[in-house]
């Protein structure tokens, strides 16, 4: 049977070349002792235990959602036509001022 290998796009004539795509990444028979590299690093590293034990991912997400209608109602008081023009008035003051 040909199958088309979606990680290169090109047919073959058997599964051993799409194998790698196709199931998730298992892990190795033993970890190293120090990881010297980057990609050891990423792959030895808890994620899930300080995902689970820290507090700021928990409360993160309702802090953003607390802030963003404080930060909308400051956007819009900031940009209003009347702070645009006292803004405007105050710079032109200043700039008479020192020139």
């Not at 199958?3 to 090109?10: H, K, S, T």
């Not at 409360?59 to 802030?67: D, I």
């Not at 956007?75 to 200043?94: G, H, M, T, V």
Request: hydrophobic share 40%; with cysteine.
């Amino acid at each position: 049977s040909r199958i088309v290998c979606i990680a290169v796009f090109l047919p073959v004539e058997n599964q051993l070349a799409c194998k790698m795509s196709d199931k998730a990444v298992e892990k190795v028979g033993r970890p190293m002792k120090y990881p010297y590299t980057f990609s050891a690093k990423i792959a030895q590293f808890p994620l899930k235990h300080y995902i689970q034990k820290q507090w700021i991912w928990k409360y993160y997400f309702v802090a953003f959602g607390l802030c963003i209608p404080v930060f909308y109602k400051i956007s819009k008081l900031a940009n209003s036509p009347e702070n645009k023009k006292k803004w405007a008035e105050s710079q032109a003051k200043e700039a008479a001022e020192h020139h």
